[in-house]
């Protein structure tokens, strides 16, 4: 099996946590960007309680140059899941070491800044640590996350 797996101190214990008032306060905006977020596979709906169950957060922001409200969900593993986890630093490359990564006539990509959160498939072992409230009544599994949600340096 592959997949990210999770360095924490010792494992998870079952744990529920409502959404921040941001995410319940703009419920409609999780909605539909779950939604997105299912039919993509980034994350599965749920049926049944999922064994940890964290906070969402819910960043809202005015485009500046269309003039239209963007919303953005931010999983907060501040409160339980980051304590439990392993300081195990990850160093990212900067330009010092990319610069010898590349030759004249390389060419360079972008990031995909629209659904930037999701880079790594989770390990299912540990698809069970990480899900959060969709609506009061039904929870998503996350599948795919950032790589770099643990301590970076």
Known sequence: MHGLTLNF???????????????KSN???VREKVKSWVADG???ELDTKPFCCITLSLI???????????????IDMSRYLNP??????????DLSVAEHLVDRNDFMASLD????????????????SISVLNSPTKMVL???INSQLWHTV
């Not at 214990?13 to 959404?19: I, Q, V, W």
């Not at 439990?84 to 490359?93: E, G």
């Not at 659904?115 to 498939?121: A, G």
Request: proline share 9%; glycine share 2%.
């Open 113 to 128: 800044l629209k659904n930037m959160f999701f880079h790594v498939q989770l390990h299912p072992e540990f698809k069970k």
């Open 60 to 74: 809202t922001k005015i485009d500046n140059s269309t003039g239209k409200i963007k919303h953005w969900p931010c």
């Open 27 to 29: 419920l409609p905006a």
């Open 142 to 144: 996350i599948n795919i």
């Open 42 to 44: 980034h994350v599965t």
């Open 84 to 93: 439990l986890s392993l300081d195990d630093p990850i160093k990212l490359d």
């Open 9 to 23: 101190k010792y494992p998870p214990s079952s744990y529920e946590e409502d959404n921040n008032q941001s995410a």
